[in-house]
């Protein structure tokens, strides 16, 4: 709910949902703490009669910027955005120039913002709190403050974002002892740490959703906290350099969707985790290995360094991920053919590539023709999508001879329902 609904909604009443009222019967507004008015009391219209936990619920539909505004304009909101469950800061929310540099003092109008919201904030029903700083330089004891008030008020859902040029030059410790109090007890239940040194001590019980980019943090590190994080659910790990291998264990029975995006560094995936569904991975090519009960049914794999990414998904996906039932592949080239498959996709029902992506170049002797193999290892497939960039395909190479493929065996696609190729110039040798 925006602005605009929340206008509706007040006009709707003003007008007595289109009944006629002979007179307005004056209205209680929700109790506010520390309400003295003083003065004469001016009549005005404070919304309709609402209990305050539906006050407080509408007002948390409100994006935060917009739920400051309206708190400057109504006493029915001043009290539950004192309790405001989702604290969002960054420029935008603030309404800080984007231009604004630290000279400028976009830094220190943050400070004094963020410090004044949180002074008045009542610390009751607070969920999610999240810092998200673009190219504001901050304070560490700022920070370290604004996170020890979002653990202190048991935030479960917590943000924080840094200027990119923390992750090379004395990055931020992120203060992982407030995560949990003396006992080990935790209530955040969600994660997301950017551009700063992540070391773990512990693990989190309640933690569903953990997301690192551009993290300073080990493969042990990495390991040991997610195997102390029994109700882990989703991890996405990006750009976090210092890992070369992750292992995670059968005990992770909880977690369903791991992403591993351009770890540079890393070598290699251990996977155990036996209700693991969805596996995105994009980098160079690694060695991937799912224990026998896992049963992953969706596979992305984007590589654009030491590629053949196609013909690896041909080889070695049908005995890593057997189960897999939706499969996309990204390639920016191939210098090996398809040969025919020495085991079969026998769930796969979508499968998509797109060759050339990332701008790569195709060795002139590839052949595209080849494809067909992947599609006789796929007896069960539904959709197939093939898209090819203009610009990284030396177009001499479509014209091969296709004769050969009239020397194949007829392979019926029953279940074929969609097909789509795209980025091939016309040529009628090819339409047989």
Request: glycine share 6%.
């Amino acid at each position: 709910m925006g602005l605009l609904g929340l206008k509706l909604l007040m006009s709707m009443q003003r007008g007595g949902g289109g009944r006629s009222t002979g007179s307005r019967t004056k209205r209680k507004r929700p109790p506010c703490q520390g309400d003295t008015p003083q003065g004469p009391k001016k009549i005005a219209y404070s919304g309709p009669d609402l209990p305050a936990d539906i006050w407080c619920h509408i007002h948390s539909l409100l994006p935060m910027r917009d739920a400051a505004r309206v708190a400057c304009v109504s006493q029915a909101f001043l009290q539950s955005w004192r309790c405001h469950p989702n604290l969002t800061f960054n420029k935008e929310t603030l309404g800080l120039n984007k231009n604004a540099s630290q000279k400028d003092g976009a830094s220190t109008d943050l400070t004094v913002i963020i410090d004044r919201i949180l002074e008045r904030h009542s610390g009751t029903r607070m969920k999610a709190f999240k810092l998200a700083f673009c190219d504001c330089v901050v304070d560490t004891c700022n920070l370290n403050n604004w996170l020890q008030t979002a653990a202190t008020l048991r935030v479960e859902e917590l943000c924080l974002s840094l200027p990119s040029n923390h992750y090379k030059k004395d990055p931020y410790n992120f203060p992982c002892s407030i995560l949990a109090d003396e006992c080990g007890n935790s209530m955040i239940q969600k994660l997301f740490v950017g551009i700063c040194a992540f070391r773990p001590v512990s693990g989190l019980a309640k933690l569903t959703t953990l997301d690192l980019c551009m993290v300073h943090i080990t493969g042990d590190e990495l390991g040991s906290l997610v195997s102390s994080s029994s109700a882990l659910e989703r991890l996405t790990i990006r750009y976090c350099n210092e890992i070369t291998y992750l292992k995670i264990s059968s005990l992770m029975q909880h977690l369903s969707y791991l992403m591993m995006f351009e770890c540079r560094y890393l070598q290699m995936v251990d996977i155990k985790a036996p209700n693991l569904s969805t596996f995105y991975f994009s980098g160079t090519q690694i060695q991937l290995s799912f224990g026998e009960a896992v049963q992953v049914k969706n596979v992305t794999m984007r590589c654009f360094v030491q590629c053949n990414t196609v013909y690896y998904a041909c080889v070695k996906l049908p005995s890593i991920v057997p189960n897999v039932e939706t499969l996309n592949i990204y390639s920016s080239s191939e210098g090996v053919n398809i040969p025919i498959l020495p085991i079969k996709f026998l769930h796969l029902k979508h499968l998509s590539i797109c060759l050339g992506a990332g701008d790569g170049s195709f060795c002139p002797a590839y052949d595209y023709l080849s494809l067909v193999y992947f599609l006789h290892g796929c007896p069960v497939l539904e959709t197939f999508e093939l898209n090819v960039s203009h610009t990284s395909i030396i177009h001499n190479s479509y014209y091969a001879d296709p004769s050969h493929l009239k020397q194949m065996p007829e392979y019926l696609h029953n279940n074929i329902k969609k097909v789509g190729i795209i980025g091939f110039w016309h040529s009628k040798a090819w339409l047989s």
